[in-house]
């Protein structure tokens, strides 16, 4: 596809090449792609799911009837939310609905153009019988990428409150999951929209949903339910409760845990440094949820299945519109409101902590992801220099070409930023035992400001051409912790503060982190919603697992 | 001779072991600044100055408590128990009572004892508003007090800086997935602030009950586009292009002045439960299912106290015995604006429950940034909107602009659209989550 994007002077810098260097990910299979029901190849898909009644659990120990869809396959039980159904740009969409449940239902796909055959019209659509015979088959075609929902269309106050809902992703042409976007086949790969500004490492969907018991109880029993009444006690996150937001079946690489047979789904993010994350947001329920990603901002790419971007037509015509702008937003606190989809990229890089959050020492082991941006410098200079000329053109790829971009690609002008000086013969800073550590500020023009010899390493004369990278590679971490005693720990702390470590704990504190990784909690901001009828914590809660990418470059021997 | 009480005795000896408790217990609590300390060459003031300050530019050092209080509701209902933090990096009738013993001490930052007497039953609400400039260093240390109205909680304390960029999981004060202090130590953050934009800090230990207690407050990064004429950077910036209004202040690194502004207020919307903070107050079970705010509040106050300033405030409301008579509401929600200038307005939202619509009677907002980031396309086209109502969510915040040159002077009103929670407690005709603006 031709894509370009309009440069405008100043800050900045689009780069779109950068895009395709991929990042080596923690290979853990079954994470980062959405679990569901995946039909997205060929020219049709086709669905059968049957209404029915059955049971979820919630983690104070309490079960809670529920009415939702079953796809008829494995165990062939309702599942919470029901699946999630995949399917690819184009096909033809066939959904057959079955009823069990005690009341007619039906299926509404907002963003769709639905044909129906079958069942008795409803006020909606054609709505299927109980009794298990009637069928409709709801039949549209996925014009246009992206997510969306399904759920009921018939006594929706009660119907989609009893849970009969769920996500459909349709996948963009060109989709494959195997391949980095564009990387190797121009145009294919893992993105959300089919074009580069929605690439995408690994995905992960969040839906929101809430629950008043009493109502499901009423409902069970056959009983006439004022909805008005609808007050939640429990808050879901793709079907769960914290903490079984984070059950999952890493020998089957599943969220699908047998004490758990109706709810499929779990919520666990897991993704390493620099990768980029596509969070697919839904929303059921009756409240604005407020979903804050604790650790970075975020770019929100897409409303209701519409990327947010300004395009031309292209020429011809009948090829794909070209992105001339985006209107991304660039939040950290993402409203998901009851109806709506949108989706969002995140990514986490560390870039200017100040500290290395490794944990490593200038000459010790270095993780080659730590460079975040790299070049040379242009003239020699003395021991004593105090400032640099470095082409902000300069900025480009790290040693190798695996290395993370900070955020956009732009090396900030106007804050001081940490960088390491070293020998051209050496491809790491850390192999080099004279590398000195500066900080650098820019002063325009290319021009920076440089303090020299920090933290411990000694300023020395370098020739033209001497190697300076973007990283905080080696830099002290800054504070004193307290003693153990003095700490309380939360159960996914590894004991360590640095990325990829483990530490002392006392006894039964902590440790459940299998990878050490930086954990984060992306939660709704309603802090009522983080409790489980009455008792805290629960709710809409998950964690991400920030980490360390694969490769590291090994300690300069001594 | 003195006839004691078997009862009395009891007391005194309880007291006794409570005093020798504390003083032991205190080596926990532990005031980390790097360059101030006495240790490194500094002069253990508390603060990074003078020569200290030319030796590691940019950095600075905060010192908060995290304890209990009182607050005053504008329907002067019994005062409301609540958590807060204090800044215990000075405390003045400490510090006045030092000297008057001995003129050459004072308050030592330092000093576990008046660290922690500083920071009992100080708590605030909104907790103190923090300002900060981008690219500076901040080592920011936490001694959680204890609760002194509920001596049988033995809660933990964090701080999450709601928004940081790159947060690490360490320094993100997420109790679940990291560390949080204990009563009576410390913990010492370190933040490089790196974005500039409106921030929010929180207790995130237990958060549903801590922050319907009142556990937040403002932080602002200032961008380096603010004119610094000490330092040498930053602009002067006329805006619009061609009208002969400078600005010297903004929000963002905008580069076109675009989000320049003269004057700068917080408004925090947050609200509480009157049942779940009386049943805290008098060790009964917290009602989190049944969570219903009653109070809904600008800055951690309700209208009128929220028009006005703090002087006459504590004139109107009082200083409470229970709290010590400590000074608990001192970020003022008065926004005063002298008639042409432009006004910076933090909007934030702590509420548990609930998203509030806020709206500006008579004053147009325009709103140039939300969570930290300039409302701008990719390519760099501002996205700046004018709009009279503005929905806020818990966890959001947004950078708002009023200007005053085409509206005339007196009095306008912000405040919710949800007029339900135009009221203090039960009934009342206008209270809660409104302000005046004053343009003079």
Redesign the interface.
């Known amino acids: 596809m031709n894509k370009k994007?309009?440069?405008?002077g100043?800050?900045?810098v689009?780069i779109m090449a950068l895009l395709m260097f991929s990042v080596p990910a923690i290979t853990h299979a079954g994470f980062g792609v959405v679990e569901g029901n995946d039909q997205s190849v060929g020219a049709t898909a086709n669905f059968s799911l049957t209404a029915k009644q059955d049971f979820i659990s919630v983690p104070d120990g309490g079960v809670i009837p529920m009415w939702g869809y079953s796809d008829n396959s494995g165990s062939g039980r309702m599942l919470y939310p029901g699946p999630t159904l995949i399917v690819g740009e184009g096909q033809i969409v066939n959904v057959t609905l079955t009823n069990e449940i005690s009341q007619p239902t039906s299926i509404v796909f907002p963003g769709h153009v639905v044909k129906t055959s079958g069942g008795t019209h409803g006020l909606l659509t054609a709505e299927a019988a109980t009794g298990g015979i009637d069928t409709v088959v709801y039949t549209f075609t996925a014009t246009n990428p992206g997510t969306y929902t399904y759920y009921s269309g018939t006594s929706m106050d009660l119907q989609v409150e009893m849970g009969l809902m769920g996500v459909i992703i349709v996948r963009p042409a060109g989709f494959n999951q195997t391949d980095e976007f564009g990387a190797v086949t121009p145009g294919e790969g893992r993105s959300a929209y089919g074009n580069p500004?929605s690439a995408y490492d690994v995905e992960f969907l969040e839906l929101f949903d809430d629950i008043d018991p009493a109502i499901h109880d009423l409902a069970a029993l056959g009983q006439v339910v004022d909805t008005n009444t609808n007050t939640p006690?429990y808050w879901f996150f793709n079907g769960r409760a914290f903490p079984d937001t984070l059950e999952f079946d890493l020998g089957n690489a599943t969220g699908y845990v047998p004490w758990l047979p109706t709810q499929p789904y779990d919520a666990l993010t897991i993704a390493a440094v620099g990768q980029k994350i596509l969070v697919r947001v839904a929303a059921a329920g009756n409240?604005?949820t407020?979903q804050?990603f604790?650790?970075?901002?975020g770019k929100l790419i897409a409303r209701d299945g519409r990327q947010l971007v300004?395009t031309v037509p292209a020429v011809p015509a009948t090829n794909p519109p070209i992105i001339?702008?985006?209107?991304?937003?660039?939040?950290?606190?993402l409203?998901a409101t009851p109806g709506q989809t949108a989706d969002m990229i995140w990514k986490?890089?560390?870039?200017?902590?100040?500290?290395d959050?490794y944990g490593h020492s200038k000459n010790g082991a270095m993780n080659k992801h730590e460079v975040l941006a790299s070049t040379t410098l242009a003239t020699t200079i003395n021991a004593t220099a105090t400032s640099l000329n470095i082409a902000l053109t300069g900025w480009g790829p790290g040693p190798d070409d695996t290395e993370i971009i900070a955020d956009d690609g732009v090396v900030?002008s106007?804050?001081?930023i940490n960088a390491i000086i070293y020998d051209v013969g050496s491809t790491y800073p850390n192999q080099d035992a004279n590398a000195e550590l500066v900080k650098l500020?820019s002063t325009g023009s290319g021009a920076y400001a440089v303090e020299r010899g920090t933290d411990g390493s000694t300023a020395k004369p370098w020739l033209a051409g001497s190697k300076i990278a973007y990283t905080e590679h080696g830099r002290p971490f800054?504070?004193?912790?307290?003693?153990l005693?003095?700490?309380?720990?939360?159960?996914?702390?590894s004991g360590s503060?640095f990325l990829g470590e483990a530490d002392s704990l006392p006894p039964g504190q902590g440790g459940l982190n299998p990878f050490n990784a930086?954990?984060?909690?992306w939660h709704?901001?309603?802090?009522?919603n983080?409790?489980n009828?009455?008792?805290?914590?629960g709710g809409q809660l998950t964690?991400i697992l920030i980490t360390a990418p694969d490769e590291v470059s090994p300690p300069l021997a001594p | 001779m003195i006839k004691l009480r078997l009862s009395m005795v009891l007391s005194m000896l309880l007291l006794a072991a409570v005093f020798v408790g504390i003083s032991t217990a205190r080596a926990?609590v532990?005031y980390?600044c790097?360059p101030d300390e006495i240790a490194n060459g500094g002069d253990g003031n508390g603060i990074v100055d003078g020569a200290e300050l030319l030796a590691h530019p940019?950095t600075a050092c905060l010192h908060s408590s995290a304890g209990d209080g009182f607050v005053m509701m504008a329907d002067r209902r019994p005062p409301m128990y609540m958590f807060g933090y204090h800044d215990v990096t000075f405390d003045q009738e400490i510090d006045d009572r030092e000297k008057a013993l001995d003129p050459l001490s004072g308050y030592d930052p330092y000093n576990p004892d008046h660290i922690v007497e500083a920071g009992t039953l100080s708590a605030e609400l909104s907790s103190p508003t923090i300002v900060r400039k981008?690219?500076e260093?901040l080592?920011w240390t936490l001694t959680n007090v204890g609760m002194q109205v509920r001596p049988d909680l033995f809660d933990?304390h964090t701080i999450?800086y709601?928004?940081f960029?790159?947060?690490?999981?360490?320094f993100?004060g997420?109790?679940?997935?990291?560390?949080?202090?204990?009563q009576l130590?410390?913990?010492?953050?370190?933040f490089?602030e790196?974005r500039p934009g409106t921030y929010i800090y929180h207790c995130h230990?237990?958060?549903?009950?801590h922050?319907?207690m009142g556990m937040y407050g403002n932080i602002w990064v200032q961008?380096?586009?603010n004119l610094d004429l000490a330092a040498g950077t930053g602009a002067a910036i006329e805006y619009p292009s061609g009208s002969g209004k400078l600005y010297e202040k903004y929000a963002y690194?905008d580069?076109d002045g675009s989000t320049g502004y003269d004057v700068e207020f917080p408004l925090q919307l947050s609200a509480l439960d009157s049942a779940f903070h009386d049943a805290s107050n008098f060790v009964q079970p917290l009602?989190?299912?049944?969570?219903d705010d009653d109070y809904a509040l600008i800055n951690g106050r309700g209208y009128p106290d929220t028009k006005l300033n703090n002087a006459d405030f504590y004139t109107s409301a009082g200083t409470m015995i229970e709290n010590g008579e400590h000074k608990s509401q001192n970020v003022p929600s008065n926004i005063v604006i002298p008639h042409g200038d432009t006004a910076y307005l933090h909007v934030s939202n702590l509420?548990?429950?609930?998203?509030y619509t806020l709206t500006s009677l008579g004053i147009p907002m325009k709103v140039v940034g939300?969570?930290?980031?300039e409302?701008k396309?990719?390519?760099?086209?501002k996205?700046h909107y004018y709009t009279s109502t503005l929905?806020v969510?818990?966890?959001?915040t947004f950078d708002v602009l009023l200007y005053t040159a085409d509206v005339d002077p007196g009095t306008y009103f912000l405040y919710t659209t949800n007029l339900n929670y135009l009221s203090n407690g039960m009934d009342e005709d206008f209270g809660g989550m409104m302000t005046e603006v004053v343009i003079n």
């Open positions: 994007l309009k440069k405008t100043g800050l900045v689009m500004e006690f409240d604005l407020p804050h604790h650790g970075n901002n300004v001339t702008d985006t209107l991304y937003e660039d939040i950290n606190t409203v986490w890089t560390g870039q200017d902590l100040d500290w959050f900030p106007t804050h001081t500020r800054p504070v004193i912790l307290p003693e005693q003095d700490m309380s720990f939360g159960g996914v702390y503060p930086f954990a984060h909690p709704v901001h309603h802090e009522k983080l409790v009828n009455d008792l805290f914590i964690v | 926990g532990k980390q790097p940019g981008e690219g260093s080592y933990a999450h709601h928004g960029p790159h947060a690490s999981s360490i993100d997420v109790p679940d997935v990291s560390v949080a202090i204990n130590a410390s913990l010492t953050y370190y490089k790196t230990v237990e958060a549903t009950e922050m319907q961008p380096a586009q690194n580069g009602p989190f299912a049944l969570m509420s548990v429950i609930r998203c939300k969570d930290i980031g409302l396309s990719g390519t760099g086209e996205l929905e969510c818990g966890g959001e």
